[in-house]
């Protein structure tokens, strides 16, 4: 007597396949286009290389990026006596605020420098060139040294004074700087008897 089940073929695709392979074979198919998508969304490194250049170390600052821009500054200099056009020994005292700084140092938010001098001066000498050095203090009481060689343009009843040189101590030691201060100046007044008193200006500081 025959058995009253049913002999049934195992499961086949359209091709003839058993389902379970035709289940690995399309895994197979799927990571194949997974990673052939991938390689083409992924221009080769060459490629990305000769568009964007290479990636900047994160150890240095990138080129041209300041470590340091102060807006809105301001300078007043006082001369006693006057400044004349002869020679003479001058009391010099410089009172200057670095004004707004963006600084990649948080206690570099803002600044001062004061400078105090007697020395031989006369008006002609407020136009000429030379070296010097000043000290910035921080906001977080951090000092940076200002080593520069200074040039001088009058323009329009005003002296720009531009310093170009390094820090050399302190804060941002063995970068280099540029600061331009531009000066109100009555240069008429070195004819009279007082003299030049004093000259007041805006200034900005960059550090790179």
């Known amino acids: ?32 286009f997974a990673n052939a998508v991938a390689q083409a969304a992924t221009p080769p490194r060459a490629l990305v290389a000769d568009v964007v250049g290479p990636a900047p170390s994160r150890s240095v600052a990138v080129a041209g990026t300041a470590l340091a821009t102060c807006l809105l500054g301001s300078t007043t200099t006082t001369y006693s006596p006057g400044v004349r056009t002869q020679s003479a020994t001058v009391r010099v005292d410089v009172e200057g605020l670095l004004g707004v700084c963006v600084s990649t140092d948080p206690g570099a938010s803002t600044g001062i420098y004061t400078e105090h001098a007697s020395v031989p001066l006369a008006c002609t000498q407020l136009l000429a060139g030379g070296t010097g050095s000043r000290i910035f203090t921080w906001q977080d009481g951090t000092t940076s040294t200002f080593d520069f060689t ?23 030691a ?30 900005v500081l960059t550090i790179l």
């Not at 359209?14 to 392979?21: E, I, L, S, T």
């Not at 040039?151 to 310093?163: K, M, W």
């Not at 000066?183 to 008429?188: E, N, S, V």
């Open 1 to 32: 007597m025959r058995s009253s089940r049913t002999h049934r073929p195992p499961t086949t695709s359209r091709a003839g396949r058993p389902a379970a392979a035709l289940g690995a074979l399309t895994l197979l198919a799927s990571g194949i």
């Open 150 to 172: 200074r040039a001088v343009n009058a323009v329009n009843g005003q002296l720009v004074n531009t310093f170009t040189g390094s820090i050399t101590q302190g804060k941002f």
């Open 174 to 203: 063995g970068r280099s700087a540029t600061q331009v201060v531009t000066a109100l100046a009555d240069l008429t007044a070195c004819q009279t008897a007082a003299g030049l008193t004093s000259t007041q200006g805006t200034g």
